[in-house]
């Protein structure tokens, strides 16, 4: 059975897309957010009595903080994997940043990984560990786990991972054997 992703349907004939939401990260956005909505508030309206200095650190370190969690939450809520003939590219979040981009040629093999979770890679986003390699991971499932030539691996949680798996398989093309002498 073909993927109704595979482009028959869509733009881009012979285009795979794939995709996966993180669910909790909302929750930490709306964190984020009322970090911000409290340093705004505190700015606006506020009956400190103790002096400038710190209720200008309070304004600042609630807004500070809620920048970093909401902006840092919300580059990880979803990730759109793509593969074409050529390349395999991972985008995050909705400006599509961080963004990798693998040619296939690069890839050895790819697996399917039916338990990807944050807690084996250290959180959610964009992970690295030396015993395992790098990673997307944005919710617990299923991922894709490429192995690629130069021994690193790379995994992304996706919806379909399976399908990924077997579009990516069928694109890898035999590694040519140097020719040098």
Do not use: N
């Not at 600042?60 to 809520?77: S, W």
């Not at 040619?103 to 250290?122: I, K, N």
């Amino acid at each position: 059975m073909r993927d109704h992703r595979l482009g028959e349907h869509g733009p881009d004939p012979g285009v795979w897309t794939g995709r996966a939401t993180g669910r909790f990260q909302w929750l930490l956005a709306l964190i984020g957010a009322a970090c911000m909505a409290l340093g705004i508030a505190l700015a606006v309206d506020s009956a400190w009595t103790t002096g400038v200095a710190p209720l200008v650190m309070a304004v600042v370190g609630c807004i500070a903080a809620g920048l970093l969690v909401l902006f840092g939450t919300l580059a990880f809520v979803h990730v759109a994997l793509r593969v074409d003939e050529d390349h395999l590219e991972v985008r995050c979040g909705h400006m599509g940043l961080p963004r990798r981009r693998i040619p296939l040629s690069h890839v050895a093999g790819a697996e399917f990984a039916p338990h990807v979770t944050p807690r084996h890679w250290g959180g959610w986003g964009y992970r690295w560990r030396p015993e395992k390699g790098t990673a997307v991971v944005v919710r617990r499932g299923e991922g894709v786990v490429l192995r690629l030539w130069d021994g690193h691996t790379f995994t992304v949680t996706v919806d379909d991972a399976e399908a990924a798996v077997t579009v990516i398989r069928d694109r890898l093309r035999p590694r040519k054997p140097d020719t040098k002498h």
